[in-house]
């Protein structure tokens, strides 16, 4: 019995399947035949209920759409725990730079808590088994990470944020080039006119720092600078740091690139400790643009990852897989940014 | 066609109702039957495909349970953008235990990017219309928010971290009592000895912020100390608040509790300013315990907020309302705690 065309549209949100049959005088299995197998309908059937569809706004549902289609439009994504004290950038703005880009194209980011570590791959098997996502974001990838793999030999799409780090490369990925960054922040100390810089990285062995010592050896070599003994390693910690770059202040260099942000903290406190001041007397660079860098005085100059874009571009490569799981792999290294403060000044100031 | 009991266990996420009825013997209908009206069956079939699927480990899918159950399993949550340069909690931390917490319980948590303001209804609009989620978390509540409203009326289960602010409250909630916390802050600095103790706020009709004024005033007037005159008030920015504190510092007060790391950070400039050193020549406490709080020199004292309980005490929540939605409403407050670091030595140092 079809309602009046005057009658008036039901709110958004309470339009289902039956309120299409009734108002377009169709029985429900027709309505379905309309959406999943228009053949069986005759022309001016199809044409009513279609005009129905978009009178009323009807969207189907998305777990009815699940299970026709076998497509949920689900995006996983394992959060994990920020440890505190540290002075990582902050994934908020990446998890949100993911989440507004797959909102963009009509999918949605499922979290799920992931413990570090291959005890992690039960977490993404429940979301596939019981969610049916259509892939997989990752992010913290690791020497080791056997994530990829498992995906991969299931047929799952996924991107990783953060190349492979061991064994060969498995998959789509976006990263950061950290050497880029390092090589950046070599070129602005030496046009400030510094040639004895020394590198404080982490202890060799993990992929990111590796990364980023490498790019401020690179440049430095191709300044015809001097590396040997000019390097350091630490923890990320600051008692640590400021341990570990002391000998390099007391031999006279008069910059220091850091790995990270925590590790130039380590810096500040050791020129401190020998009454002298960052920027002024020794420069310092960071990496990472923490949320400390730009509260810190003098203010930390730093490598800073683009975040955003690094979020856009994992759901561009995970959307292209889904749609072709076959095509050659897609791997975008993107470019970070020195962001400059007081902490690198003139050496001559 | 049943397979012998001893052909190999498929793979879990492989497992369909097709396998289990194939395994069993019967007709994928009477799988279905099995799990969805029992009492159809024989019991001598209905036990054999309960143990059919106990041998599989055959999980019905989720979408398919949606539309049986009407239960989707999936909790909303609306995220916003970090703004960049800010010395606020890491949101990290809540959404993590937020994930954790609804995961032991069965539940994903499905996120979408949030503006604020009211144009972020459609985003709640669509979620329940695509994803038929179950309830949602909501956070960043603020004066003349909408959405509790918004949500009550369509008789959607949700909860917010935060009170409302303004009119009357509405629905479930966990918040943090920031009044509590200054109030801890003047214990401890009354407690040091400190008399002349300032307040830096915000810009008064902020909720969050006049909160954390109330803790201040309240324990000052407890103990007999004077609030007149001891009160300034800054936007959340380093110069701003620098700029604000001065005439506190020069009236001379020996301790200053902030409304934020962000307007403590302002004092400690003001300090330095005056030639002064935080911690030796006055206090300073902050609130929020950010990540740059533990990494200041001197670190600084600080009102931290309990942001994996608030997470799991959401979750709590919430499940409780979708099981019963006409229950009176909870509401938790949760005590913060004072993180004492070295801007808060005692005044006779």
């Known amino acids: 019995m079809p309602r009046s065309p005057n009658s008036p549209r039901p709110k958004a949100g309470s339009v289902t399947l039956a309120t ?40 189907p549902h998305r777990a009815a759409q699940t299970l026709r289609t076998r497509s949920s439009k689900l995006i996983g994504y394992g959060i994990r725990p920020t440890a505190p004290g540290t002075s990582a950038p902050v994934m908020d703005r990446f998890l949100h730079a993911l989440s507004q880009t797959a909102d963009e194209a009509g999918y949605r980011i499922l979290l799920f808590a992931s413990p570090p570590g291959s005890a992690g ?37 996924f991107v990783g944020f953060g190349r492979m780090w061991s064994g060969r490369q498995i998959g789509d990925w976006v990263d950061v080039d950290g050497a ?8 602005h100390l030496v046009a400030l006119g510094h040639r004895r810089i020394a590198f404080l990285g982490w202890p060799r062995g993990s992929g990111v720092g590796d990364d980023r010592a490498m790019g401020w050896q690179r440049a430095m070599q191709r300044h015809g600078l001097p590396v040997r003994g000019k390097r350091a390693q630490s923890i990320d910690d600051i008692a640590s740091a400021q341990a570990a770059v002391g000998p390099l202040l007391d031999a ?39 949320p400390t860098a730009a509260l810190l005085s003098p203010g930390l100059s730093t490598v800073a990852q683009p975040l955003e874009a690094v979020g856009r571009e994992c759901v561009r ?8 799981l076959g095509a050659p792999p897609e791997r975008v290294l993107l470019e970070p940014s020195l962001v400059v403060r007081n902490s690198t000044s003139a050496s001559d100031d």
């Open 20 to 59: 299409v049959a009734q108002r377009a005088g169709v029985s429900p299995q027709t309505v379905s035949n309309a959406l999943n197998s228009p053949e069986l309908l005759r022309p001016e059937t199809l044409e009513r209920v279609r005009r129905t569809i978009d009178e009323l706004g009807y969207r």
């Open 121 to 157: 791959l039960d977490g993404y098997e429940e979301l596939l088994d019981l969610h049916s996502v259509d892939g997989f974001v990752l992010s913290g990838t690791e020497r080791g990470d056997q994530r990829q793999a498992w995906l991969e030999k299931r047929g799952v799409p």
């Open 180 to 187: 880029s960054g390092t090589d950046a922040a070599v070129e």
């Open 252 to 290: 006279g260099v008069t910059a220091v690139i850091a790995a990270s942000d925590m590790l130039a903290l380590g810096c500040y406190h050791a020129l401190r400790e020998r009454r002298a001041v960052p920027g002024k007397d020794v420069a310092v660079v960071g990496f990472d643009d923490s």
């Open 317 to 324: 490569l995970l959307l292209a897989r889904m749609s072709e």
